[in-house]
């Protein structure tokens, strides 16, 4: 399947058709605009004639995946996908007939920008469009951009990078400045979608084969919220294993390479997920997984997991993304903690570890939407606990949970290293320990002896 190039062809691919346009009258543009810009009239109706629209932006309601929705879709051939008066008070119209109707917006941007030929006037259609776009998430519908080529300037900068899912075409030309204005030793790989998934800044880079399905999956699982908490997922180990018999035992069992991880437990619990990538600050980790999933009653909830690396500060920002999003969205939340602890190097401390941590713990705490957490491994320290639900926390027989690595203790308490098995012991880092101690709710039990056990 060929990329789309006009505005219609994307609304055909991601709706198969299914598609109602938002009628507008503006008339014929005259006196060459706002600004007067000689010749801008002709130059509008020689792109009207061009392309067979009147603006650079289609809008109406469709329905991809099943999902009513209300679409944006740029037209690159009218002056460049340019944005202007005319531009901005469509999509303004687009977003507040999502609000009255309580329907998702998807925007499928291929602009240049700001058009040159209104000036300012032109320039202010960015503030009214992130406007929108806040009313919108303020009203807790979500919006999906899918990111065509090109995606540049404003367009790229309000509804572009200020959608909640960020998706793009194969290769499109993807950044703030045009391919005009930048420096002339300006790496152009650098202005592509890849790179910007590389980076943190879109969630995904989807074939147009595979577009439609993607973003119905998208569409269906940010409109169908779970109800109340998420239960917690059962254990995947054998049934009927016996507690820790003490602090070393714990931690050996966490730290067996063989333990199941993450992607184990999102594989039995939600199989059919989409997930967020990137912190939107220009950093990616691959050991924090966080997206949607879908539950085996239809119903949605979000998830964010790590997975037994030492996290780093793109994965805890990422995670309080994820948080956000699904509070807004009214989706109830299950993390799933496993890691060493949080990354101490000094690449993490410049990208800011301590202020990541601290955004993480501030949306876990101020979260709307119920929070479940289970401990699959290793709990190491704040790391850890900056995932962990208060009051909602439970464990697996696999695990443990510390207020610092024992080796890490025993070095601070100026004990010799031999002495790490006893200080695991002196830790009370079992996970009945954590029972005992009103850290965790239970231990949950393996999926062959029932979901969980208080």
């Not at 793109?314 to 509070?327: D, N, P, Y």
């Amino acid at each position: 399947m060929s990329e789309p190039t006009t505005a219609r062809e994307a609304i055909t691919l991601v709706t198969g058709g299914d598609f109602t346009e938002l009628p507008f009258t503006e008339g014929p543009l005259a006196d060459d605009g706002p600004i007067g810009w000689p010749g801008y009239s002709a130059a509008h109706a020689r792109a009207s004639a061009r392309t067979g629209e009147t603006e650079s932006v289609v809008c109406g309601t469709g329905v991809v995946g099943g999902v009513p929705v209300v679409l944006i879709s740029f037209e690159f051939g009218f002056l460049g996908g340019s944005l202007g008066e005319r531009t901005g008070a469509r999509a303004a119209a687009a977003h507040a007939l999502a609000r009255a109707r309580r329907l998702p917006v998807v925007v499928l941007p291929a602009t240049g920008g700001s058009r040159m030929h209104e000036g300012m006037r032109a320039l202010l259609q960015l503030q009214l469009l992130a406007r929108e776009s806040e009313l919108t998430r303020a009203a807790g519908l979500p919006q999906i951009a899918v990111l065509r080529n090109p995606t540049t300037g404003g367009g790229w900068a309000t509804l572009g990078a200020g959608s909640d899912v960020v998706l793009a075409l194969p290769g499109a030309q993807v950044g703030f400045a045009g391919s005009r204005v930048r420096p002339p030793d300006a790496d152009p790989l650098a202005y592509t979608a890849e790179a910007q998934l590389a980076h943190g800044h879109i969630d995904a880079v989807v074939s147009p084969a595979a577009l439609r399905d993607t973003l119905g999956r998208w569409l269906s699982l940010l409109t169908r919220p779970a109800e109340g908490p998420v239960p917690p997922p059962w254990a995947l180990v054998a049934p009927g294993m016996p507690p820790a018999t003490s602090g070393r035992e714990a931690v050996a069992r966490a730290r067996h390479p063989e333990r199941p991880r993450a992607a184990a437990y999102l594989d039995a619990y939600v199989p059919v997920r989409e997930e967020l990538s990137g912190d939107r600050c220009g950093g990616v980790d691959p050991g924090m997984r966080c997206g949607f999933g879908r539950l085996a009653d239809g119903r949605t909830v979000a998830y964010a997991a790590q997975c037994g690396t030492a996290t780093r500060p793109a994965g805890f920002r990422t995670a309080a993304r994820l948080v956000r999003l699904a509070e807004r969205l009214g989706i109830p939340v299950l993390t799933l903690i496993d890691t060493p602890g949080a990354a101490n190097d000094p690449a993490a401390e410049h990208a800011g570890a301590g202020p990541a941590i601290a955004d993480l713990f501030a949306a876990v705490a101020s979260a709307r939407v119920p929070v479940t957490s289970l401990l699959i491994g290793e709990g190491g320290s704040g790391g850890a606990l900056a995932l962990a639900a208060p009051g909602n926390l439970w464990a697996t027989p696999d695990s443990y949970f510390s207020v610092i690595a024992p080796e890490a203790a025993a070095s601070i308490l100026k004990r010799p290293p031999e002495d790490a098995a006893a200080t695991a012991d002196d830790l009370r880092l079992r996970p009945q320990d954590l029972v005992d101690l009103g850290i965790a709710r239970g231990v949950v039990e393996s999926r062959g002896t029932g979901d969980a056990v208080a």
